[in-house]
């Protein structure tokens, strides 16, 4: 079983739907990231969070330390926002990244 | 002011030969990191660099992986006696530090025949 794990794997979507990605981990962390990664293959940081909550834009994502699970949700969803969106723990102590295999959204217009 | 970036972006070599890629972080941006991304594979971590500590190199693949990085300035990384499983897409990150934002620079391709 890996250590960060993500749901779905893959999802398509209509425009204007909202959207909920889901990643659960088993090790502990200091802070746990999400990323977007391009058709292109460009890599862009969305959130870091360690606690609570954080919204920009149409993103939003949680995080709950104690059932170790963060979700990032899109509202309004465009085709725009077709990439993959990866989830990524700061192992606590060791200072290591661990990577979630990547939900791949597809939203059609 | 400009993002992070990676040279060269391609990088078609001889196995057994060796390579050296190059990271230029966004300037005052203390943590540095390598990753990895195979074809059609997740990230996978390689190294940080933050500040002037000596980094944790446990992530490298294996000893023919090196990583150094001068202060707070450029860094490499020194693949010797490339292998085919070594081709891959090699990201470089950089933060202010490790818990702020990550920048990811555009990758170098590494092709190994």
């Known amino acids: 079983k890996n250590e960060v794990e993500q749901s779905p794997q893959n999802l398509t979507a209509q425009e204007g739907e909202f959207i909920t990605i889901n990643c659960s981990y088993s090790?502990?962390?200091?802070?746990l990231h999400w990323l977007q990664q391009h058709p292109g293959g460009g890599i862009v940081s969305l959130f870091m969070l360690s606690s609570g909550k954080k919204k920009h834009g149409r993103l939003i994502a949680t995080i709950n330390i104690q059932e170790k699970h963060s979700s990032l949700h899109i509202t309004a969803s465009h085709p725009r926002d077709s990439a993959v969106y990866i989830c990524?723990?700061?192992?606590?102590?060791?200072?290591?990244?661990?990577f979630g295999t990547g939900t791949r959204l597809k939203v059609l217009a | 002011g400009a993002g992070v970036s990676q040279s060269p972006s391609n990088k078609v070599t001889e196995k057994g030969k060796d390579v050296e890629l190059r990271c230029d972080p966004i300037?005052?941006?203390?943590?540095l990191y390598w990753y990895r991304q195979r074809l059609g594979q997740g990230l996978e971590f390689l190294i940080y660099?933050?500040?002037?500590?000596?980094?944790?190199k446990s992530g490298l693949p294996s000893d023919r992986f090196s990583a150094e990085r001068t202060g707070e300035s450029v860094s490499t990384l020194t693949i010797q006696r490339t292998q085919q499983e070594d081709s891959a897409v090699y990201l470089c990150a950089s933060s202010r530090g490790i818990y702020n934002e990550q920048f990811f620079g555009p990758g170098t391709r590494l092709t190994v025949l």
């Open positions: 090790v502990g962390i200091s802070a």
């Open positions: 660099f933050q500040g002037n500590s000596a980094p944790d």
């Open positions: 990524a723990v700061l192992t606590s102590g060791t200072y290591k990244y661990i």
């Open positions: 300037s005052g941006h203390t943590a």
